[in-house]
């Protein structure tokens, strides 16, 4: 009996993207719990650097994940891939929710960061490579809209815990965060491995199979199903060319732009400030002066800002483009981000602690201010969400070809989370030493990040991944990729090629009688 298949896209996007709940589950079991007194007793009170440690250690687990998850996926395929992180997300949450100690608590967050890494890297790529070209952004970004749902849920369910006494309040809440794992790890189970991958083991009935399937609802003979089938052809073909593809192939001539490219975009992400903002949100609200359940219920509205704007970047993303997202998406988060520093320079003091909170610095005492601020975290939140939160993944996903696709993004997802892992140890010394300048630098790098993506920044909105691939391969400046007929151009290419091989036959062909005419001497 033949084992059950779905191979509508849709559905597969929104089974592989629970690996981006796990993701956003695990940013906010730290950011609920870190003024919540139980948490602070029994961990010792952690000071900033302590706090920043527990809080970094799931981004330094994820940055090693992201390095291996290529090399992994590349053996094993994307699907097994992506259910070996669901395990090892399991591990790491049972690690956590038995925790003793801080350094247990590393322990699990580490093991857990690996199983981000590995999701985070390859569930944009296995989307990527089962999508029609049409709705593929659409559906890579389901990833980023995971990561929001699991956010907001587990805030919510950690909130809740927080109501019970001692440590069972966040080993509660931490020992639920194995569902989502598990639901990953069932539910892939009925769906296709990524074409793409099958066809470069030459497995190709399996792969015609899934790609008629998705493509062309069964319809073989559909012809979105043999351009596509006859466009990974030739890419397999160019592939099967070169040897084996190691990290450093992504840094040969051809490969070093566009793997700059996805290196600084997914750091540029992370400068944004938009996870720090996440993790320490509470530490936002405490300064513009709300205490206890009001600053956790209030800090709680901007998850829910971030499912919602989300949506509106999952349905227009591939009308939109990707580049002018990007771009006005920085301008605009950093228009926020002053307003913020401004409120809180203008309006705001020294003071020793905030809430007996010595990690804390800033009150900001003045109502009208302090809600303008919060107003502007709100406004940067629903920002993000539309365009750099879902925008960098897709991109990122897209930009590489076949043979260096699932290394190169995992290797541009490694380099996000050392900035996370950075950023999360920075950010607690600078809200005590540096108090509002903190949202002056993340204002900076957004003016900084628009110019770098409009200056360097292919759009590929539209395109096939064989087609993004000609758009590196012949230099077109990003600025005119939008309207570039990259099929045309990768024709007269093959015209140019064929014009000039005839043409040296021609040479040779003419020059051989004139040498056997050529008088002896």
């Known amino acids: ?26 940013i906010s079991s730290v950011s609920a719990f870190v003024d919540n007194a139980s948490y602070r007793q029994f961990f010792n009170y952690p000071g900033s650097t302590k706090q920043g440690g527990i809080t970094a250690a799931m981004a330094g687990g994820s940055f090693l994940g992201s390095l291996c998850a290529g090399f992994v996926s590349d053996k094993l395929g994307r699907k097994y891939t992506i259910q070996l992180g669901a395990i090892i997300w399991m591990i790491g949450a049972a690690i956590q929710c038995s925790v003793q100690n801080v350094a247990q608590l590393i322990c699990g967050r580490l093991v857990a960061g ?23 952004g ?41 569902i989502p794992g598990l639901l990953l790890l069932l539910t892939l189970i009925v769906f296709p491995e990524s074409p793409r991958w099958l066809a470069a ?33 030739e890419a397999i073909r160019i592939d099967k060319l070169s040897e084996d593809v190691t990290i450093f192939d992504l840094f040969a001539k051809g490969s070093r732009i566009r793997t700059f490219v996805g290196v600084s975009g997914q750091i540029w992400q992370q400068l944004t400030g938009m996870n720090v903002m996440m993790y320490y949100v509470v530490y936002t609200f405490l300064m513009a002066g709300y205490q206890g359940n009001t600053a956790l219920v209030s800090s709680s509205i901007q998850y829910v800002i971030n499912v919602v704007m989300t949506v509106p970047a999952l349905i227009f993303i591939d009308s ?4 002018p997202l990007l771009i006005y998406g920085a301008c605009i988060m950093a228009v926020w981000l002053f307003a913020v520093s401004g409120l809180m320079a203008a309006h705001g003091h020294w003071v020793p602690s905030v809430g007996n909170n010595p990690n804390i610095r800033w009150f900001v005492p003045d109502k009208p201010a302090a809600k303008a601020i919060i107003a502007c975290n ?31 993004n995992g290797f541009c997802g490694a380099w996000n989370w050392i900035f996370n892992f950075a950023l999360a140890f920075f950010v607690p010394p600078a809200f005590q030493n540096i108090q509002w300048k903190t949202y002056l630098i993340f204002a900076v790098f957004c003016i900084a990040m628009a110019i770098h993506v409009f200056l360097m920044f292919p759009e590929t909105k539209g395109k096939t991944l064989e087609e993004i691939d000609i758009i590196w391969s012949e230099h077109i400046k990003p600025w005119k990729t ?32 004139a040498a056997e005419t050529e008088p002896k001497v």
Not at 14 to 23: D, N, Y
Not at 114 to 136: D, M, N, T
Not at 138 to 165: E, P
Request: with cysteine; net charge neutral; charged share 20%.
């Open 378 to 408: 709100y406004l940067f939140v629903a920002t993000f969400a539309t365009t750099w939160g879902p925008g960098i993944w897709i991109y990122v996903s897209e930009i590489f070809p076949l043979k260096q696709r699932a290394i190169g």
């Open 201 to 233: 083991r030459d497995r190709w009935d399996e792969a015609i199979e899934i790609i008629t399937h998705v493509q062309g609802k069964g319809d073989i003979e559909n012809p979105d199903v043999q351009l596509e089938i006859q466009e990974l052809r």
């Open 138 to 178: 659409r559906l890579v970004g389901l990833f980023q809209w995971a990561v929001t749902w699991g956010i907001m849920i587990m805030f919510y369910i950690s909130y809740g815990c927080t109501f019970l006494d001692g440590p069972k309040s966040f080993r509660l809440a931490w020992g639920i965060q194995m």
């Open 482 to 513: 939008a309207n570039a007929d990259v099929t045309e151009l990768a024709a007269n290419r093959d015209l140019a090629k064929d014009g000039k091989t005839k043409e040296v036959e021609h040479m040779e062909h003419t020059a051989a009688p």
């Open 320 to 323: 939109w483009g990707r580049r």
């Open 1 to 26: 009996m033949r084992a059950l298949r779905i191979y509508n896209p849709y559905l597969v996007a929104l089974s592989a993207t629970i690996g981006g709940m796990l993701f956003g589950f695990d």
């Open 114 to 136: 690996l199983a981000i890494g590995i999701c985070s890297s390859q569930v944009p790529v296995y989307i990527a490579e089962l999508s029609p070209k049409q709705i593929r």
